[in-house]
């Protein structure tokens, strides 16, 4: 099982980053993803596209983060490829990001709110 955030390479527009998440995201790492974020977003990271494809297992604690860095980002953030159950719990929590199922779609909706 891999607990760790991947940080896959920077993603239009120019000042983005994407980041492949878990496919359990728990307390571990969800706080694991809390500390990705600080650093590229003291580094001047404006936009995040978090790719919940390979997520199966969304805890509290993991839902908690994704609201943080929603919050600390400012908006600018979009969920690329979460599966139905995760969209669910995300409405159910009232997160507001712009969810994507392919990269160029991510990166088109995260111009809009950049």
Do not use: W
């Not at 896959?8 to 500390?35: D, F, I, K, M, T």
């Not at 995040?48 to 908690?64: H, K, M, P, R, W």
Request: proline share 4%.
């Amino acid at each position: 099982m891999n607990l760790d955030v991947e940080i896959c390479g920077l993603a239009e527009p120019l000042g983005a980053v994407q980041l492949r998440l878990p496919s359990h995201l728990a307390e571990a790492g969800a706080l694991r993803l809390v500390a990705v974020f600080k650093g590229l977003f003291k580094s001047g990271i404006t936009g995040y596209i978090l790719d919940l494809s390979q997520t199966e297992l969304l805890t509290g604690s993991g839902l908690g983060a994704i609201h943080h860095l929603f919050r600390e980002a400012k908006g600018k953030l979009v969920l690329l490829g979460p599966n139905e159950k995760t969209q669910r719990l995300f409405g159910v929590s009232g997160l507001a990001a712009p969810v994507a199922f392919d990269l160029k779609e991510a990166q088109d909706k995260l111009k809009e709110v950049v």
